[in-house]
């Protein structure tokens, strides 16, 4: 069974003791390292795997994002800080012997240096799964989004939407809207198909553009799933 690392309250800005008898609690190594696995809090999913020492547990806990210490080059790693995909920690706990960290973050962007979402995609067989993720293809679109956003590159379509505001974003979702609509009302799955594709991803560069996690609307889709179901219709539709 593990046990809670920390403190249920927000990341960062921790007191210096709280800190302190938090990594006193923990079994360091030899080289006063502990492995760090890294996993997204949305679907559990394990991202990596890093040490770390003293310091960087200590600014992991004021940061409120993923600091790691790097073996190879020996010295504090904030994971991120050049690329930008950095990771929101949301939770940490320990395993049973206390010399092991999990580490559940909301992450901005791919785990792995290769552009990967994780890490852990080589198949140490040489065989390639049968089938990949289901929702793969929206993680890596949300990235290429971020990607255009920080980068602007000049005659992409994504430049332009962020170029042009929130105003052209919400225009586009509209004419989409309706272009959805229509294609359903026909009855042409191929149109429909394509205008769902559409409508899906500007609702991606919304997110992007309003500064909302897609991992957000997902936790309110799961928050709901789980909860008790309180609506009910009537003749005016539904009732919360």
């Known amino acids: 069974m593990s046990e809670r690392a920390t403190q249920s309250a927000p990341w960062g800005n921790w007191?210096?003791?709280k800190v302190q008898q938090i990594a006193d609690s923990l079994n360091w190594n030899n080289q006063g390292l502990?492995?760090?696995?890294?996993?997204?809090?949305?679907?559990?999913?394990?991202?990596?795997?890093?040490?770390?020492?003293?310091?960087s547990l200590k600014l992991t806990c004021e940061l409120g994002e993923t600091v790691f210490w790097s073996r190879s080059r020996q010295s504090i790693w904030h994971k991120g800080a050049t690329s930008g995909h950095t990771q929101r920690v949301v939770a940490m706990t320990t395993d049973?012997?206390?010399?092991?960290?999990?580490?559940q973050v909301v992450p901005n962007g791919p785990a792995c240096h290769t552009g990967s979402?994780?890490?852990?995609?080589?198949?140490?067989?040489?065989?390639?799964?049968?089938?990949?993720?289901?929702?793969?293809v929206l993680a890596a679109l949300e990235f290429t989004i971020a990607e255009r956003e920080r980068e602007r590159p000049t005659d992409a379509y994504t430049t332009y939407l962020f170029d042009k505001g929130i105003d052209k974003i919400l225009k586009k979702i509209g004419e989409e809207s309706a272009e959805v609509i229509i294609a359903a009302k026909n009855n042409d799955l191929q149109e429909l198909t394509g205008e769902l594709g559409d409508l899906l991803?500007?609702?991606?560069?919304?997110?992007?553009?309003?500064?909302?996690?897609?991992?957000?609307?997902?936790?309110?889709?799961?928050?709901?799933?789980?909860s008790a179901r309180r609506d009910r219709y009537t003749e005016v539709g539904k009732i919360k």
Not at 201 to 226: I, T, Y
């Open 96 to 103: 049973c012997d206390k010399d092991t960290l999990l580490v």
């Open 201 to 226: 991803f500007h609702m991606l560069v919304l997110m992007r553009a309003s500064g909302l996690p897609f991992d957000q609307v997902l936790g309110e889709l799961q928050r709901r799933h789980q």
């Open 117 to 136: 979402e994780t890490c852990f995609f080589e198949n140490i067989a040489g065989e390639q799964p049968e089938h990949g993720g289901r929702f793969d």
């Open 15 to 17: 007191p210096d003791t």
């Open 34 to 55: 502990i492995p760090a696995i890294v996993q997204d809090a949305s679907n559990q999913k394990v991202l990596m795997m890093a040490y770390m020492n003293r310091e």
